[in-house]
T-cell receptor, first 115, second 116 residues
Framework: DTGVSQDPRHKITKRGQNVTFRCDPI?????LYWYRQTLGQGPEFLTY????????KSRLLSDRFSAERPKGSFSTLEIQRTEQGDSAMYLC?????????????FGPGTRLLVL | DQQVKQNSPSLSVQEGRISILNCDYT??????FLWYKKYPAEGPTFLIS?????DKNEDGRFTVFLNKSAKHLSLHIVPSQPGDSAVYFC???????????????FGKGTHLIIQP
């Protein structure tokens, strides 16, 4: 299977704990995106990387959220001091940059529940 | 403010008939558009896309139409099949010549139900 993979698929944590999610993109893709999806809404863009460079992070929801892509391959999204409002599906997508067209392929997501 | 709007939360269509899903956008900087299909507990699956230099793109049973002057696009599925029952998301993006771009902006989705 050469699609986008995410781990874990589900995470239950207590309020105040830190959580980290991993995303492995399609191998030849140079761009990696993180989104959050809550019930009844479409995915909401958070941040993205081109290779190892984080080119946009102003959309991260608060300073409790951070993302890394240290070697330009897999990425991690960390949420510190989780709150109940962080409960959502966290989606990762990857793409190969092309002019006028950029198809992003999504992974299965990590569902987070903060108690 | 919602830059991408899908005004129909749900749509019910008989099997074999045409399904038409609509999407409106407000940001004139968007220049490529995508449709994704999503089943519960899964990530969105890419269906079809169109860039702003075209007004139609077809792939098998799926056709996307773009009306730039009306800032409107639609997805046609012909014929509709039971496996098409899912939530469909319209998404829009903005290419950026400087080497960076924001992610996609999504609508809230339309739940398509294909009835036998």
């Amino acid at each position: 299977d050469t699609g986008v993979s995410q781990d874990p698929r589900h995470k239950i944590t207590k309020r105040g704990q830190n959580v980290t999610f991993r995303c492995d993109p399609i191998s030849e893709h140079n761009r990696l995106y993180w989104y959050r999806q809550t019930l009844g809404q479409g995915p909401e863009f958070l941040t993205y990387f081109q290779n190892e460079a984080q080119l946009e992070k102003s959309r991260l929801l608060s300073d409790r959220f951070s993302a890394e892509r240290p070697k330009g391959s897999f990425s991690t999204l960390e949420i510190q001091r989780t709150e109940q409002g962080d409960s959502a599906m966290y989606l990762c997508a990857s793409s190969f940059r092309q002019p006028m067209q950029e198809t992003q392929y999504f992974g299965p997501g990590t569902r987070l529940l903060v108690l | 403010d919602q830059q991408v709007k899908q005004n129909s939360p749900s749509l019910s269509v008989q099997e074999g008939r045409i399904s038409i899903l609509n999407c409106d956008y407000t940001n004139s900087m968007f220049d490529y558009f995508l449709w994704y299909k999503k089943y519960p507990a899964e990530g969105p699956t890419f269906l079809i896309s169109i860039s702003s230099i075209k007004d139609k793109n077809e792939d098998g049973r799926f056709t996307v139409f773009l009306n730039k002057s009306a800032k409107h696009l639609s997805l046609h599925i012909v014929p509709s099949q039971p496996g098409d029952s899912a939530v469909y998301f319209c998404a829009a993006g903005e290419t950026y010549s400087g080497g960076g771009a924001d992610g996609l902006t999504f609508g809230k989705g339309t739940h398509l139900i294909i009835q036998p």
